[in-house]
């Protein structure tokens, strides 16, 4: 045998195993799918140890104490007391027997229609919640069920963070593993606020539709489970056609949950519902401020509803409950035995932008709608002043004349024609300045200004005071043609009263919660807006409103400090709108339902502002309008718009932006040269006066 067939005999030694690179690959992918599947299995028993343990640990754990629900409070600025809010529940407990199978199912279809299938948590809702979010790029759609919101009801508050969702998630297993599903369903239903603070199905029950939880039709089931979602868009008492349209989407979701049939739901929607009426409470304080107070709050600084009725919440408010008080007193007094009729008071101190008193109808309990936030009113006359600080801004003067006739205007590149009447047909035929035209709040001239000057700019200037409404480029916006609030236009006043800077409108100081945490405090922007000598100058001429001859002139005896504003009348409202320094106010009296008001209760508005403004500022001594620079204040003859001398006798003093006072006489000669005595501390750009001394001593 050679040597090389002696290498190729098999060794008849032990096999050697085969190497790796010799095993198949299908052998090699069998052995890894082995390996993973029993560290899966591994992992999954340990898993489920540590699951049992915890669920165990859970089962063993007491639930913890339900919250303790506090009164919240409101308060003046004074600090007095205005109102609270939540003392004691109002609650009924019954059993789930007790309640109509209408309302369990309407409440499971809206809330969580897998309540009887999951754990405390609906996986399936947070996965489809989960995509709809996604896919909107916004929280649209939760997924919480009725036993977490009842775990967050009993045990947490509501702030939106990750570690209250994972307690709130944890208390819900907890109790579904502690708790029957039908004990957790009873616990929710009696838990539930409804609004108007009712807790509680019974009551709820009781509250809308006077009958127990165990009468309630499916037509009354479907309205009552929809008042949770909001009570304060939802339920009948506040507005009806969003109860009614919520009850809509009740019963739909009722037909797509197959707990109804369509013919069941379409009989439920047709069935006509008798809401009880609300019971009559004591008469609360400032109720339409209160309720303003309380949609800035849950509207616009996030405050939850349960919190702001039960969290012990204080709330320190900017309202004066003394001027609060004359405000009501005053409207009552003015309103009685004038059924219908109606008005609305809103004041504002016109250095802080602080609401001082709010009156939005003359009986609450008869009416809750706030007139002193609606902007549906037309504000007439009273909207006038805006276009002449335009005016004077552009070149007038309180001297500037114009011609008081019947006119017909042509705007728009001489396509349309406007032709306004003064009130019963009344016109100077002659020419008028300024000052008369706001006197006798003539129609003629605020036209022919607002033309003159453009009615964009007006518009622009009426943004910056503080009016939000919509308005339109027409030449009726000079007889204020465009609905405004009374709370816009005293904040625009307010604007002219604080020399030009416009305060932030404030209702609310701060907010505090129950541990005195701050977790709202107000910081209102103050901006100016307008030339403080503009502002001066138009108050001057206002100021003719109250005098003999002036529109406001009938309430002149019971005013008894200097004080600036303007009246406004359309067929069917009435306004009157002034200030002082410190305090600016807006009065309306009008219908509801735009109805004319007639001679005698267009002039309500004017006594109603004179007697509230003198009264609130009783203990306030008297104050002049501070006179800023830039002012230059001369004596002029009313006739030619000229300076007067000795030859003109019946001049008065004007005040005027410095450089467009005038420059000539009456009579086309000077005046007589005034001694060094006269000249002596007479202020730089203004002719000497006793008026102007009395007012820089008063001033000073």
């Known amino acids: ?142 997924a919480g069920t009725i036993t977490q919101q009842l775990a967050r009801n009993l045990y947490l508050n509501h702030d939106r963070t990750w570690s209250r969702k994972i307690k709130e998630t ?30 509680g199905i019974e009551t709820a029950s009781e509250l809308f539709f006077g009958k127990h939880a165990s009468e309630l039709t499916l037509a009354e089931s479907a309205m009552i489970a929809g008042v949770p979602k909001g009570p304060r868009y939802y339920s009948p008492y506040y507005d009806l056609k969003n109860a009614m349209d919520r009850q809509k989407v009740v019963l739909q979701t009722m037909v ?138 552009n070149g007038y003067t309180p001297v500037t004349q114009v011609k008081s006739e019947p006119t017909v205007f042509t705007y728009d590149e001489g396509r349309q024609r406007y032709t306004p009447r003064n009130f019963n047909d009344q016109y100077a035929n002659a020419n008028i300045d300024m000052r008369q035209a706001i006197s006798k709040s003539d129609n003629i001239y605020a036209v022919h200004t607002i033309l003159d000057v453009g009615p964009a700019k007006v518009i622009d200037l009426a943004r910056k005071l503080g009016i939000a409404s919509p308005m ?69 001429l206002m100021e003719s409103v109250f005098e003999e001859g002036g529109t406001g002139n009938r309430v002149a005896s019971t005013i008894k400090r200097p004080i600036a504003g303007k009246t406004g009348t359309t067929d069917t409202d009435a306004w009157l709108v002034g200030f002082t320094p410190e305090l600016a106010t807006a009065v309306w009296v009008g219908y509801d339902k735009s109805r004319d008001i007639s001679t005698v209760e ?10 509230f403004t003198e009264q609130t500022l009783e203990a306030i001594p008297p104050k002049l309008f501070p006179i800023p620079e830039g002012v230059a204040s001369v004596y002029i003859d009313p006739v030619s718009g000229k300076l007067s001398n000795e030859d003109c006798p019946n001049s008065h003093m004007e005040a005027f932006l410095v450089g467009t006072e005038p420059t000539t006489y009456c009579t086309g000669k000077p005046a007589k040269p005034a001694s060094n005595d006269d000249k002596k501390d007479t202020p730089k750009g203004q002719n000497g006066s006793w008026w102007n001394d009395l007012k820089r001593w008063w001033n000073d």
């Not at 439920?268 to 209160?290: N, S, V």
């Open 1 to 142: 045998m050679s040597e090389n067939e002696n290498q190729r005999q098999p060794s008849t030694g032990t096999p050697q195993a085969p190497r790796d690179k010799e095993v198949p690959a299908s052998m090699r992918w069998m052995r890894r799918i082995k390996k993973m599947f029993s560290f899966l299995f591994t992992s999954c028993i340990v898993l489920l140890i540590l699951a049992a343990g915890f669920f165990v640990y859970l089962r063993a754990q007491t639930l913890p104490v339900t919250k303790m629900l506090q009164t919240s409070q409101m308060y003046d600025t004074h600090g007095e007391l205005i109102d609270t809010f939540y003392s004691g529940q109002n609650r009924q407990v019954v059993s789930l027997s007790e309640i109509s199978p209408y309302l369990i199912k309407a409440t499971l279809a809206v809330e969580d229609q897998h309540f009887y299938d999951h754990f405390g948590v609906d996986v399936k809702a947070v996965a489809r919640a989960a995509v709809v979010n996604v896919q909107a790029m916004a929280k649209v759609q939760g």
């Open 170 to 199: 944890v208390f819900a297993i907890q109790m579904e593993m502690q708790l029957t599903k039908d004990e957790i369903l009873t616990n929710y239903l009696n838990q539930i606020y409804y609004g108007h603070s009712t807790y």
């Open 256 to 393: 797509r949950g197959g707990f109804i049939t369509q013919s069941a739901a379409d009989a439920a929607g047709k069935e006509k519902l008798t809401i009880q009426p609300l019971t009559k409470k004591k008469p609360a304080a400032a109720p339409y401020f209160r309720d303003y107070v309380r949609t800035l709050a849950t509207e616009k600084l996030g405050i939850p509803e349960e919190q702001f009725d039960e969290g012990g919440i204080r709330i320190y408010t900017t309202l004066d409950k003394n001027a609060q008080q004359i405000a009501e007193s005053v409207i009552t007094k003015q309103l009685t035995g004038k059924a219908e009729l109606q008005a609305a008071l809103v004041a504002i101190d016109p250095r802080t932008g602080e609401i001082k008193a709010m009156v939005g109808g003359r009986d609450y309990s008869e009416n809750q709608f706030n007139r002193a936030l609606s902007n549906t009113r037309q504000p007439g006359s009273s909207f006038k002043p805006i276009v002449y600080m335009v005016a004077l801004q």
């Open 472 to 540: 339109k480029p027409l030449p009726s916006l000079a007889l204020g043609s465009f609905p405004v609030s009374p709370l816009e236009m005293a904040s625009a006043f307010g604007t002219i009263a604080n020399q030009g800077v416009h305060q932030e409108t404030t209702a609310i100081v701060r907010i505090e919660d129950a541990n005195g945490q701050i977790l709202y405090e107000a910081t209102p922007k103050a901006e100016p807006v307008l030339d403080p000598a503009v502002a001066y100058v138009m108050t001057n």
């Open 602 to 611: 267009s002039h309500l508005a004017s006594p109603i502002f004179a007697e």
